[in-house]
């Protein structure tokens, strides 16, 4: 397995099409537990049982309560330099020194919003406008292609949806705490504290009309957003960069291997080996906040 970033730099010059496919691993630097690693428990839950439509139904209360702590958590944090890096990748005038001819889509899991929040940042600094629209999870690339910058299949952890079927309202809410019923609920994470169950009618409602409202994000078990931009994209892909996930969710967790059946080029960057190294032409062991910057470093940025 090749572990030379120089080659892989050399692969990117000639590329055409790049996507990058990320997990939680990218946003750990940031200090956002990953689900698999340590912190993958909330008070005495698997958190991997929690994000699941039944365990929203089951007990919206406990459901809320583990959003909610998610949300004060991802609020507060910032984007590290594996998001920067991408985010200066994505800008074309930048992107240029490195790869001249490529296009650029990130395709991310995460849900805590900092992919967004590194790209409007280098595209400020840079006094070029934002490629994302406010309203919703993708944007355009408009000057060298029409695939989107970005990507958040997972939705973003300020969605809120309303659970009537006559409604569906759904928003960005980004209120701190979201209701006052959850304020401080984020506190009680320690594995011996009980559960307490906050009533339905206290639990953050819609706006429109009055429903309960869930968090909008992709449960386990439910379909992705963007699914099918998502496989146009990574099949048109000849270099596909897999980071920091366990590579395990599905559909993720067949990206490279699609694009390594049409001949394109893998790199993998995690701290260590997962299941998506066996489609890998190149492994790189380590965080990524590292080894992103050093694989993406721009002349000119
Ligand atoms: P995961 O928790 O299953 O795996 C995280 C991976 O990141 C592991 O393979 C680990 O070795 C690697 N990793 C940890 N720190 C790293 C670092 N500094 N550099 C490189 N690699 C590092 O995460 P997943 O595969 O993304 O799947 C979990 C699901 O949970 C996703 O669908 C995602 O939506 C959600 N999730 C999101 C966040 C977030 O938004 N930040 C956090 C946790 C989970």
């Known amino acids: 397995m090749n572990e030379d970033i120089e080659a892989f730099r050399n692969v990117l010059k000639e590329a055409k099409r790049v996507v990058v496919v990320a997990g939680a691993g990218l946003s750990a630097a940031s200090g956002i537990p990953t689900f698999r690693g340590r912190g993958g428990h909330w008070r005495k839950h698997d958190v991997l049982s929690l994000s699941t439509p039944a365990a929203f139904i089951g007990n919206p209360s406990r459901s809320w309560q583990f959003h909610h702590y998610l949300r004060e958590t991802m609020f507060k944090a910032s984007p590290n330099e594996a998001h920067l890096a991408l985010a ?30 590194a790209i409007e940042q280098v595209y400020r600094e840079h006094n070029v406008p934002s490629p994302l629209s406010s309203s919703n999870s993708e ?3 408009q000057e060298f292609s029409s695939d989107p910058v970005l990507l958040e299949m997972h939705g973003h952890i300020a969605g809120v949806l309303c659970t009537s079927y006559q409604c569906r309202h759904r928003e960005l809410n980004f209120d701190s705490p979201i209701c006052p019923a959850l304020a401080g609920t984020e506190l009680l994470k320690a594995s011996s504290a009980a559960d307490p169950d906050i009533p339905v009618e206290d639990l953050p409602r819609c706006r429109k009309c009055g429903a309960l409202t869930r968090p909008d994000l992709v449960f386990f078990t439910e379909v992705p957003h963007h699914i099918d931009e998502i496989m146009r994209i990574i099949d048109r892909a000849d270099v596909c960069i897999v980071v920091g996930t366990s590579a395990v969710v599905h559909p993720a967790a067949t990206f490279s291997a699609k694009v390594k059946e049409h001949g394109g080029t893998v790199a993998v960057i995690n701290l260590e080996n997962t299941k998506a190294d066996a489609n890998a032409d190149f492994v790189f062991l380590g965080p990524c906040e590292e080894i992103l910057p050093r694989i993406l470093a721009l002349a000119n940025a």
Do not use: V, Y
């Open 88 to 117: 200066r990748f994505a800008l074309p005038q930048l992107r240029k020194a490195l790869a001249p001819e490529a296009s650029f889509t990130l395709i991310t899991q995460n849900i805590d919003g900092l992919d967004r929040r």
């Open 139 to 141: 944007g355009q690339d």
